[in-house]
């Protein structure tokens, strides 16, 4: 639905004022598809290269995550901009404004909620929905966690009511996607904005590893960080490019009887703390599991170990660094 010809006397002012305010974004301020809102403050800004994340694009359920109810997975240049908004405007209003001007500037929305009615969450029968706009943010901060602002979790900026509106374009250079978070609170209302730019990732930044490279590794320094394992986004699913790399593994343990390793799970340091071990050794877990089912390594052989995001080789502040964390280790026994 589109709203340009029923909103146009509230927005035509304002959405002027988006589409002028974004040319300023390449110097470290708005976004130049977006924009901001009239009498709006910039007070967060986050850009990652590339990196992953989890978008809403239907009515959330009690889960998140890869097929989850309401949520999809988007890889590109992410953009995160927080702004306070001026007061005497409505969440409405603003929604309103935002999507006029991303509509005139080619985007199309794919979905837009409202806490105070119960649309961004699922309806489920003889279940009342969720109005509350805190469980709203919980979903939004968790995945992936948002970092804070003024010190404190984005959550307890959601207080009477939020709003949320999703936008897609498509051209030739790729896809473009704006998630517009708006919140309600006595401490004032704020927009939450990510942008999602799909391209391709630089690769081959991190080379293969074969048999002999691993079995010069652990000669050398008695351990081997392999990046050719990969598994599905915050979860322990092995995905199938990761065959090549598990070949070299069971070849260098095939060619020497007597090498025993351990295997050691390693991931950035986004989320938390718990989440992250858990998931680390749920994946080194799997690659033992791989290793023996699919290729009859003697399971004695190996020793799984979930590191999180303990054990960092790189900084964890650029996507760069984050790549080179996220990793299976394997340790000389």
Same mark, same amino acid.
């Given at each position: 639905m589109?709203?340009? =010809?029923v909103a146009a006397g509230i927005v035509f002012i304002t959405a002027l004022v988006l589409a002028a305010a974004g040319a300023r974004a390449e110097g470290g301020g708005d976004h130049p !598809?977006?924009?901001? &809102?009239?009498? =709006?403050e910039l007070v967060g800004r986050q850009v990652s290269d590339f990196d992953e994340v989890e978008l809403m694009n239907g009515p959330i359920g009690f889960t998140r995550g890869v097929g989850a109810p309401?949520?999809?997975?988007? *890889?590109g240049r992410?953009?995160? !901009? &927080?702004?306070?908004l001026p007061q005497g405007r409505s969440s409405l209003e603003v929604l309103r404004n935002y999507q006029a001007s991303l509509e005139a500037n080619g985007f199309v929305t794919a979905f837009t909620c409202a806490t105070s009615n119960g649309s961004c969450y699922e309806n489920r029968p003889g279940r009342l929905p969720n109005t509350a706009p805190y469980d709203f943010a919980l979903a939004l901060d968790a995945n992936p966690e948002l970092p804070r602002l003024d010190g404190d979790y984005i959550r307890n900026y959601f207080g009477t009511n939020a709003r949320y509106l999703l936008a897609r374009r498509a051209d030739g250079r790729g896809t473009t996607w704006v998630s517009l978070s708006l919140a309600e609170h006595a401490r004032g209302n704020h927009a939450f904005i990510r942008v999602v *730019?799909?391209?391709?990732?630089?690769a081959g930044k991190i080379g293969f590893i074969d048999a002999d490279a691993m079995r010069s590794g652990l000669a050398e320094g008695g351990r081997v960080s392999l990046y050719g394992i990969q598994f599905d986004f915050d979860r322990d699913t092995l995905r199938a490019d990761s065959k090549p790399t598990l070949d070299e593994i069971a070849r260098l343990l095939r060619n020497d009887a007597g090498l025993r390793l351990g295997v050691v799970g390693h991931t950035d340091a986004k989320g938390s703390a718990d989440h992250n071990r858990d998931l680390s050794r749920r994946r080194a877990?799997?690659?033992v599991r791989a290793l023996v089912a699919d290729y009859g390594i003697d399971a004695s052989r190996l020793a799984p170990r979930g590191a999180g995001a303990d054990e960092p080789v790189a900084p964890n502040d650029s996507e760069e660094g984050r790549a080179r964390n996220r990793r299976v280790e394997l340790v000389r026994r």
């Amino acid at each position: 639905m589109t709203f340009r =010809s029923v909103a146009a006397g509230i927005v035509f002012i304002t959405a002027l004022v988006l589409a002028a305010a974004g040319a300023r974004a390449e110097g470290g301020g708005d976004h130049p !598809l977006v924009g901001r &809102y009239e009498g =709006s403050e910039l007070v967060g800004r986050q850009v990652s290269d590339f990196d992953e994340v989890e978008l809403m694009n239907g009515p959330i359920g009690f889960t998140r995550g890869v097929g989850a109810p309401g949520w999809m997975h988007v *890889e590109g240049r992410i953009t995160l !901009l &927080y702004y306070r908004l001026p007061q005497g405007r409505s969440s409405l209003e603003v929604l309103r404004n935002y999507q006029a001007s991303l509509e005139a500037n080619g985007f199309v929305t794919a979905f837009t909620c409202a806490t105070s009615n119960g649309s961004c969450y699922e309806n489920r029968p003889g279940r009342l929905p969720n109005t509350a706009p805190y469980d709203f943010a919980l979903a939004l901060d968790a995945n992936p966690e948002l970092p804070r602002l003024d010190g404190d979790y984005i959550r307890n900026y959601f207080g009477t009511n939020a709003r949320y509106l999703l936008a897609r374009r498509a051209d030739g250079r790729g896809t473009t996607w704006v998630s517009l978070s708006l919140a309600e609170h006595a401490r004032g209302n704020h927009a939450f904005i990510r942008v999602v *730019e799909t391209k391709t990732m630089d690769a081959g930044k991190i080379g293969f590893i074969d048999a002999d490279a691993m079995r010069s590794g652990l000669a050398e320094g008695g351990r081997v960080s392999l990046y050719g394992i990969q598994f599905d986004f915050d979860r322990d699913t092995l995905r199938a490019d990761s065959k090549p790399t598990l070949d070299e593994i069971a070849r260098l343990l095939r060619n020497d009887a007597g090498l025993r390793l351990g295997v050691v799970g390693h991931t950035d340091a986004k989320g938390s703390a718990d989440h992250n071990r858990d998931l680390s050794r749920r994946r080194a877990a799997n690659v033992v599991r791989a290793l023996v089912a699919d290729y009859g390594i003697d399971a004695s052989r190996l020793a799984p170990r979930g590191a999180g995001a303990d054990e960092p080789v790189a900084p964890n502040d650029s996507e760069e660094g984050r790549a080179r964390n996220r990793r299976v280790e394997l340790v000389r026994r």
